[in-house]
């Protein structure tokens, strides 16, 4: 699906907002079951990008953020022109696994279902958009910042 997706690219004019949303809304019942608190203040932002390949961005990192963020935390989220901003509180990649967290099968958490793939998925997408994803440690949780310009954050 990764090969058909890098075929089969389609640029067009995406309202950000509108997809951020919709990947909140998405998982607005088990970040209910986790009592986590979303706080993303809506802003008006257009790029051209492929509609479907960054739905399957956000979706990721929203997923990653709802699977590690500790109950009771909270999940920030800040829209601009030149990026999109996913902090979540409490969550930690230990530091030897950081330069290899984009490659599969790479997890920071075995007891979680997932399979290690999200980021990887997310780096490989971003890169066939042009964009850039980079993740860090904070000193209270990880901060993925996806660039939405083309070229960089």
């Not at 969550?91 to 950081?98: C, F, Q, T």
Request: some cysteine; glycine content about 8%; charged content about 25%.
């Amino acid at each position: 699906y990764l090969n058909h997706s890098a075929d089969h690219i389609r640029k067009e004019q995406v309202d950000m907002n509108l997809m951020v949303r919709e990947a909140l809304e998405n998982y607005r019942i088990p970040a209910g079951e986790k009592k986590l608190q979303f706080s993303y203040m809506e802003r008006s932002v257009d790029t051209v990008t492929d509609m479907e390949i960054m739905r399957k961005i956000l979706d990721n990192l929203v997923s990653n953020a709802v699977s590690y963020t500790p109950d009771g935390g909270r999940i920030d989220i800040h829209l601009s022109e030149r990026c999109l901003v996913v902090h979540n509180t409490g969550a930690h990649i230990d530091e030897g696994l950081l330069p290899h967290i984009y490659e599969p099968f790479v997890s920071s958490d075995t007891s979680h279902k997932g399979r290690g793939l999200g980021l990887y998925v997310v780096s490989y997408y971003a890169r066939l958009l042009g964009l850039e994803i980079v993740l860090k440690n904070r000193e209270d949780g990880v901060e993925a910042r996806l660039s939405l310009d083309q070229g960089g954050a």
